[in-house]
């Protein structure tokens, strides 16, 4: 059985709908958003720790192991010497800053701000305040598509299931796709071994989700 797992967002009101549900494609993908959702909201310290303790691909071979595409996950080599100061420096970097936001870029961060928002209020979420991530970082950004997939998946009806593939389509492409790509190619040339394979699995997996959903909407 599966759940999500939100860590950026907070549902507004009683969700109605099954809490878990039998693990499959969909489930698959949600499943790999929370995975990457969890890696960026994750401090370098633990995220190293993790490295070391060879969760990080444990972890996302776990995630996809359903996915109903193929996904290079590779492995995670530490390279000798480092430690979490090193890699906690390359983390900071090539990610510190507004790098993971995903208004940063924008002539109206403010506008894209109230943009995602509303994304995320439409289908019952919020951004909190209180969270130490703002409504456009790329962590809170695949919380919200972590939940869409799993909506996709914990419902009956096909009619709202094209709706929530729907609308993972048009948030991948205003809110995600516009920007990380750029993040991935930049940075990921910059980074270390550690940073760039996940940016490297993440750059992959967006593009593959995406064409993946753009099929089964029919194009």
């Known amino acids: 059985m599966f759940t999500y797992s ?3 967002l907070e549902l507004t009101a009683a969700d109605t709908g099954p ?7 969909t489930t698959a993908r949600s499943a790999v958003y929370q995975f990457f959702g969890g ?22 071979t776990e995630a996809a192991a359903l996915l109903p595409f193929g996904l290079d996950i590779g492995t995670v080599a530490v390279p000798a010497g480092a430690d979490a100061a090193s890699f906690t420096a390359d983390h900071e970097r090539v990610l510190g800053g507004a790098a993971l936001l995903g208004g940063a870029g924008r002539p109206d961060r403010d506008g894209e701000i109230a943009a ?4 995320y209020e439409y289908f019952g979420l919020a951004a909190s305040d209180d969270a130490p991530r703002p409504a456009d970082h790329l962590a809170t950004e695949l919380d919200f598509l972590q939940y869409l997939c799993f909506r996709e998946a914990a419902t009956p009806s096909p009619r709202l299931a094209t709706s929530f593939r729907r609308a993972q389509r048009d948030f991948l492409d205003a809110h995600v796709l516009d920007w990380v790509p750029g993040l991935v190619g930049s940075a990921g040339a910059d980074a270390g071994p550690l940073v760039g394979w996940t940016l ?5 997996f967006l593009a593959a989700d995406r064409a993946y959903v753009v099929e089964r909407l029919g194009g």
């Open 6 to 8: 939100l860590q950026g």
């Open 19 to 25: 809490v878990e549900v039998e693990e499959n494609e």
């Open 39 to 60: 890696w960026f909201a994750t401090g370098p310290a633990d995220l190293f720790d993790q490295a070391v303790e060879g969760k990080w691909v444990a972890g996302l």
């Open 116 to 119: 995602v928002r509303r994304e």
């Open 200 to 204: 490297g699995r993440l750059g992959a």
